[in-house]
């Protein structure tokens, strides 16, 4: 995959198959390396620079009290934490990422047969919901399950009268052989539950979930907001049922087109992480482990509940879509008002992140890209991202704030109400954005666009959104998250699932079609992205603000791009394939004529 990858650093663990399952236990190590930590570094200095090395004063003046106020705020850094856990069904390995040692299973269809075991005591499998996972998961793992002959249900369920129905029938699940039905007794006859509805939904019916579920069985989440929204009540789960998650790093289209691609090619998938929240009888482990297998997933590696939706959420809201829909309108605004005609300028924001950009990031890593420019190239690059990483790092770390202290979660909880009339006011549903010039310039440049073709590499582009994704990566690192959630929540994600359905439908077509809680994030904070460039950054460029040199060494030789190169050796080989007219409209809004 990566040719220039640094060797591979994986190792068995001795424990791997010696132990009862447990819950992943949190191991802090605070003594760890992690970039921009010493006061004396050149990284730390970096921090106060900001992007004018004369101080905040620097460049005639331009500097703001907000360089100062994000030297003054940055945050204590908060210990690593190292997720091991036990399983008496896996193989577990261990990997060492930019120093930090991390555990993972590994996927693929050789390891199917372990699945009877991992799912022992499982009789159904209910799959609630079929927005974007529930369609994806539920017929892999029916699929899954099928290859060794197992003979545990796979059943959906949803709300009687649903029009999902018909959708869930054509995809094979019926009435009639048991494998549909209305969501409640399919929660009540389920030894495994797996709420898939939306956040808003999931957080307006959890009571009802809970006291429809057997004692002893076990939810499965793919997010981690329902446990977000209950802790900004004061509540909890159950303490008569087992709580985990498998949360994959992909939308559900991704998910389910890569484990179709994978048939003839073993371990091809969407890489995801899981959690053991609560484990009633010792089982909760290996019942995720199986799920995640099920799935597809290449690698499963370890986080907690509360990391997974700080992480996920905020990572939504940032480079994975919020951020890179700000970064494009506002580079497309530029371009054209300079002069460059509107197919160019979208060729040269869109298309070059979506194509050229995601796929060498995704084959050979960040540094790739700085490498492949010219020497002209190289200095747009770092002009471009000396001046953009702290106006980036200012947003996200605002936006972590906001998703940490459940500010975020209500903001979705209460948006889900007003999509329906209440209090006699209207109801406001999202509307879509797509109608805008610059989204129909991209229908134009995508009609004419040949087969194969993956955009220009256009330097300032690249070096604005490179800068996104690292400021992302350090604000995650200094929250104290594990390398393989920062690098899937950061960089797999966005390059290998959700860029090239971007790069096939355009951006607006990903915001428009995402999970609700990911589309109303998009729309809530690309603009402030959009904002602080223009407002900030591309002034600093215009005004011929100095290079922030530290900056530009610190991204050169930060830790992430050998752990990148670490986790690029545990992907597939296949690459997600995405034709022009990839039909992953979630059912409910293909309905609704979106």
């Known amino acids: 995959m990566a040719a220039a990858a640094p060797a591979l650093s994986i190792h068995a663990s001795s424990s791997s198959s010696a132990k009862s399952p447990s819950t992943p236990k949190p191991c802090f190590k605070p003594s760890l390396n992690l970039g921009f930590l010493s006061c004396s570094s050149n990284a730390w200095k970096a921090l106060k620079l900001r992007a004018f090395p004369g101080g905040h004063n620097a460049a005639n003046g331009s500097g ?67 927005g974007s996972q529930g369609p994806a998961q539920a017929q892999n793992l029916r699929e899954s399950l099928a290859d060794v002959k197992s003979d545990i249900v796979v059943k959906i369920g949803l709300r009687k009268g649903s029009r999902s129905f018909e959708e869930a029938r054509a995809a094979g699940f019926s009435e009639e052989n048991g494998t549909l039905g209305d969501i409640w007794e399919t929660v009540a006859g389920s030894d495994l539950v797996l709420l898939l509805i939306s956040d808003s939904a999931q957080a307006d019916n959890y009571e009802k979930i809970f006291s429809h579920m057997k004692p002893n069985s076990i939810l499965g989440l793919s997010h981690g907001f329902l446990l977000g929204h209950l802790q900004s009540l004061g509540l909890d789960f159950p303490k008569n049922i087992s709580v ?14 890569l484990y179709v691609q994978g048939k003839e090619i073993n371990g091809a998938g969407i890489n995801s992480s899981f959690a053991v929240h609560q484990d009633v009888d010792g089982r909760a482990t290996d019942v995720a482990l199986g799920w995640s297998v099920a799935l597809g997933s290449p690698f499963t590696f370890a986080t907690t509940l509360e990391e997974e939706y700080k992480s996920d959420i905020f990572g939504e809201r940032g480079i994975l879509l919020g951020a890179v829909h700000g970064i494009v309108e506002s580079l497309f605004r530029r371009y054209t ?125 690249a070096g604005v959104y490179i800068a996104c994704m690292m400021a992302q990566i350090e604000i995650l690192r200094k929250k104290g998250h594990s390398y393989s959630e920062i690098i899937n929540e950061s960089v797999i994600e966005s390059v290998d699932s959700l860029n090239p359905f971007m790069h096939a439908r355009g951006v607006s077509f990903m915001v428009d079609n995402c999970s609700t809680t990911a589309r109303l994030g998009s729309r809530k904070w690309a603009p402030r992205f959009d904002y602080i460039l223009t407002q900030q950054a591309l002034v600093a460029v215009d005004k011929g603000a100095p290079i922030n040199q530290d900056l530009i060494s610190n991204f050169l030789s930060d830790p992430v791009h050998e752990a990148i190169g670490v986790c690029a050796q545990l992907r597939p080989t296949v690459d997600i394939s995405v034709t022009a007219d990839a039909d992953f409209v979630r059912p409910e809004l293909r309905r609704a004529g979106n």
């Open 244 to 257: 985990i998650a498998v949360c994959p790093k992909g939308m559900g289209p991704s998910v389910r087109r």
């Open 337 to 461: 008002e300079k002069g460059m005609n509107e197919d160019l300028a979208y060729k040269n924001t869109v298309e070059s992140i979506t194509g050229i950009i995601s796929r060498t990031i995704s084959t050979k890593g960040m540094l790739a890209v700085y490498h492949a420019l010219s020497e002209e190239g190289k200095k747009e690059f770092q002009a471009a991202y000396s001046a953009s990483f702290y106006p980036c790092m200012d947003i996200l770390y605002e936006c972590y704030e906001d998703v940490a202290t459940g500010s975020e979660i209500r903001s979705v909880v209460l948006a889900g109400r007003r999509f329906y009339e209440k209090e006699g006011l209207p109801a406001f549903p999202m509307g879509n954005i797509d109608q805008t010039r610059m989204w129909k310039v991209g229908e134009q440049v995508r009609a004419a666009r040949p087969a194969g073709d993956l955009g220009p590499l256009y330097p300032f582009t």
């Open 64 to 130: 703001s009290a907000l360089g100062s106020r994000m030297v003054s705020s940055m945050p204590s850094i908060k210990p690593p934490t190292t997720l091991d856990f036990e399983t008496a069904v896996f193989n577990k390995e261990k990997i060492t990422l930019a120093g930090r040692d991390e555990y993972i299973v590994r996927g693929g269809r050789n390891v199917f047969p372990l699945l009877p075991d991992a799912f022992k005591g499982i009789k159904q499998i209910g799959v609630l919901g079929w």
